[in-house]
């Protein structure tokens, strides 16, 4: 069960209208990388979770049920940031500055026609949100590390948009949002450290067993561009991570097989005609 606490995880303030802001923000709601990204992400990893692996379940749940209050946070703070913007201010914002205008693309017009003056489950170009941005594969290894991920790219795109207002209200809220997300990073990285200690191996999935994949070529780096600048890379030479095997750097691969050669469609599909016969 959840329950709605109503006060807010952490106040979301703004000094004054900035509709134009309030457009960039919706990236960090209803993006690819959003707060409602991970909250679905987590919540539905740790739904998913099966079988004795009780504490996982209850990261999961724990950290997705605090991404609910970040999507309220946000979600407020664009409301507040289209106080007393209708959609003729807006517009007027947006022409009085040409460099904003051509830069940033100005007001989101769908706030005003849309939403009301709210937030939207959107990014800041108007796609709409999609579950297609979510992972939950039942593997937490690989799920932990996509979390790892997402969190990476969230705080980023809050990290360049802590930098593009000087409202401090909004610049307050914005670091707690990022406090948040280096605390996150963290704990999954501390999560995907234990499963791999756990399971012995870092390639996922770890239970698949070595002796089905072709050996002679897992550790093989294949320098595939011109110039050998990543030769020396930790990819490329060394005991790999796994501590299994050695990398090894080849400088011009070959092929491993022959030419790729297809048998002529029927003639009722009506390809090209084949050339010579096979």
């Known amino acids: 069960m959840f329950f709605h606490v109503k006060e807010l995880q952490y106040e979301a303030k703004v000094s004054q209208p900035d509709p134009?802001?309030?457009?960039?923000?919706?990236?960090?709601?209803?993006?690819?990388?959003?707060?409602?990204?991970?909250?679905?992400?987590y919540l539905f990893q740790g739904m998913n979770v099966r079988g004795g692996n009780k504490k996982y379940r209850d990261l999961l749940m724990d950290i997705g049920t605090e991404e609910i209050?970040?999507?309220?946070?946000?979600?407020t703070l664009i409301a507040r940031l289209l106080d007393n913007t209708s959609l003729e201010q807006q517009e007027s914002a947006y022409q009085s500055d040409p460099a904003i205008a051509a830069i940033m693309g100005g007001m989101n017009p769908q706030h005003a026609i849309v939403s009301g003056l709210g937030a939207m489950p959107a990014d800041s170009v108007g796609n709409r949100w999609t579950a297609d941005y979510i992972i939950s594969s039942g593997n937490l290894?690989?799920?932990?590390?996509?979390?790892?991920?997402?969190?990476?790219?969230g705080r980023l795109q809050v990290a360049r948009l802590y930098e593009l207002t000087d409202d401090p209200c909004v610049k307050d809220t914005l670091s707690f949002l990022l406090a948040r997300d280096t605390a996150h990073q963290n704990q999954w990285?501390?999560?995907?450290?234990?499963?791999?200690?756990?399971?012995?191996?870092v390639v996922v999935p770890t239970t698949f067993p070595r002796s089905k994949e072709k050996q002679a070529v897992a550790y093989d780096f294949y320098?595939?561009?011109?110039?050998?600048?990543?030769?020396?890379?930790?990819?490329?030479?060394g005991i790999a991570?796994?501590?299994?095997?050695?990398?090894?750097?080849?400088?011009?691969?070959?092929?491993?097989?022959?030419?790729a050669k297809l048998l002529p469609a029927p003639e009722d599909v009506y390809d090209t005609p084949p050339t010579k016969k096979y």
């Open 20 to 41: 134009i802001f309030a457009k960039q923000l919706q990236e960090v709601l209803g993006g690819q990388w959003g707060e409602i990204s991970v909250m679905m992400q």
């Open 69 to 75: 209050a970040h999507v309220e946070i946000l979600a």
């Open 141 to 153: 290894l690989a799920d932990f590390r996509a979390n790892l991920t997402a969190e990476s790219q």
């Open 189 to 201: 990285i501390q999560a995907i450290r234990e499963i791999e200690s756990k399971s012995g191996d």
């Open 223 to 237: 320098n595939t561009s011109r110039g050998e600048a990543d030769a020396n890379g930790p990819w490329a030479q």
């Open 241 to 259: 991570p796994d501590g299994r095997g050695q990398f090894r750097y080849i400088s011009n691969p070959g092929p491993y097989g022959g030419p």
